[in-house]
């Protein structure tokens, strides 16, 4: 009860500061899918949302892709000082309006709401070595998956928004250190799907993983973000990139990404990290997990050859501990998690936007179906069932 009380607090304080300081700019009343509680669908709603305060930016969502970590949300993770919110995190959209101290963006700028912040000011933004940032939601509170501060409203109650973005509403509002301005000419339809999962396999592969020419690689899950993954490893140059799946109708999308080589584990009598060292002679160069699961974490690590193989954790989750014997680690594997790619947002996610228009890499590909905000729902029950790689939502005009 305390927490909820601290949130309505915040929320009431930030409306009515806003209002007296920055009332030039009006209130929008907006369609949005809210989930009130975990393990129900979510509910189209009319949502209020505020004018932006200092440094903040007002978005027109026009598309966004629906992303495994709004189903975690809502039905696995299900954490109840997370609710209610407006899910949704892999957007792109138009500039509405900005508030006081906004120089970098104007109104009709197109952009992309990152999930990861990048200030450019603290230490982690200065460093090199990571893409974290102090100023980011996710300091304090993964579990719950928002900040207690919004400017959503519904029914009188305040809204969070969903990693600090919420993409399945027709308005939110963002600090303008989460938020990328990409070129004019991109298709907002495409690019959306760059705020997360491509951005997230692709940059396991080159940033953290740093696959190298001529290397072999097995990629665990052929979600959206296991494909990026190979592409990835195709586009570092690998020789032999090995998709796993237990969904065999996902090997011919892989295919197209790179994939050269195909295993179904359900297929094997014996577990699936021998029959990657069979398959490799020792093991694979380097193994990327995309699935979320502590299992298939473990399996990917016991793939990598002992010498150098690493092994990158790339799939959403915060449910369980996962182990390993130290003499994988002694023997000189390594272990490693990824965020995002380890992307940069504000100065990375221009620059893939123009890779895509380039040709450079793929973002068409990923997308198997189209669907209005009304059909949200829907495309929940795409993922959670394995019948999509990637819906796209249009949810404004």
Known sequence: MQNRNALKCTSIISTCDQEKTYGTLPVIKCQAAVAWEPNVPMVIEEIEVAPPQKNEIRIKVIATGVCH?????????????GFPAVLGHEGAGVVESVGPGVTEFKPGDKVIPLFVSQCKECRFCKSPKTNLCEKSWSTERYAQMSNTDTRFSCRGKPVLQFMGTSTFSEYTVLNQIAVAKIHDDAPL???????CGIS????AAINTAKVEPGSVCAVFGMGAVGLAAVM????????????VDINEQKFEKAKVFGATDFVNPKAHKKPINEVLTDMTNGGVDYSLECVGNVAVMRSALESCVKGWGVSVLV???DLHDFSARPIQLIAGKTWKGSLFGGFKGKDSIPKLVLDYMAGRIKLEEFVTHTVSLEQINDAIQLMKTGGCIRTIVNVSK
Do not use: M, P
């Open 315 to 317: 799939g959403w989750t």
């Open 189 to 195: 339809n495409r690019v959306c799907l760059l705020g």
């Open 69 to 81: 970590s709004d189903l975690y949300h809502l039905f696995e993770g299900k954490h109840k000082d």
């Open 232 to 243: 990835g490893c195709k586009n570092a140059g690998a020789s032999r990139i090995i998709a």
């Open 200 to 203: 997230t396999g692709y940059g």
